[in-house]
């Protein structure tokens, strides 16, 4: 989430993105990839991640949410559709705690919300 924020506000190519975060970060190898296969595969996608958003999140625009929730919703529904490998109730319970963690007040209740719509339209 944080490079998604990341790129975001500093409009950087999704690489430089990439090779820029890990310099302040250090993790196991196995869990730098499977960030990096998070961002890379949210970005690659974001049109239609943003367009599966739109359709779930009635009367809120996605320039209207908060920067953390906006890129929260796209990296989960980037997993609820394109990694077979994560359990969907995974993907909403780790959404919830890291919007409870980095959001608002109310972020969880929202992410929980909208990303309850976006898994009942994932096909098992």
Avoid: C
């Amino acid at each position: 989430m944080k490079m998604l924020y990341a790129w975001e506000v500093n409009h950087l190519p999704p690489a430089i993105v990439v090779e820029q975060f890990w310099k302040y970060y250090e993790p196991e190898q196995e869990g730098r990839e499977f960030a990096d296969r998070l961002f890379m595969g949210t970005a690659e996608h974001l049109e239609e991640l943003d367009r599966l958003i739109k359709q779930a999140s009635i009367h809120w625009k996605l320039n209207r949410m908060a920067a953390v929730d906006r890129n929260l919703l796209r990296l989960a529904a980037y997993e609820l559709f394109y990694l077979d490998d994560v359990p969907k109730r995974v993907t909403l319970n780790e959404a919830i705690e890291i919007a409870r963690r980095y959001g608002t007040e109310e972020s969880w209740a929202f992410i929980n919300g909208v990303l309850d719509k976006l898994a009942q339209t994932v096909k098992d």
